[in-house]
Nanobody
């Protein structure tokens, strides 16, 4: 069974930074796309950032230029560096391993990020 465990969330003032980590166990993910999603109360879950197995990156327009996704396959870990945080970034952030072919998707438990004004 694949397990994804997120860490690094917390409370930060607007303009500050946080770095989220997602550590995987049970399987390596070097061949999988990895992503970060977020969901605020009353809103749909949205894709924030995605990184392919070869390092290609995509970002939501709302975070482009402020957030950076990266991966360390040797550590089986994906990161989300969040800079210049805004109150509207407040949400639960989820790590996702995208399944390939026969594989299912896996999700982390989520970590709360709260940005104060």
């Amino acid at each position: 069974q694949v397990q994804l465990v997120e860490s690094g969330g917390g409370l930060v003032q607007a303009g500050g930074s946080l770095r989220l980590s997602c550590a995987a166990s049970g399987s390596v993910f070097s061949s999988n796309d990895m992503g970060w999603y977020r969901q605020a109360p009353g809103k749909q879950r949205e894709l924030v950032a995605r990184i392919s197995s070869r390092g290609n990156k995509n970002y939501a327009d709302s975070v482009k230029g402020r957030f950076t996704i990266s991966r360390d396959n040797a550590k089986n870990t994906v990161y989300l560096q969040m800079n210049s945080l805004k109150p509207e970034d407040t949400a639960v952030y989820y790590c996702k391993r995208f399944g390939r072919a026969y594989e299912i998707d896996y999700w982390g438990q989520g970590t709360q990020v709260t940005v104060s004004s």
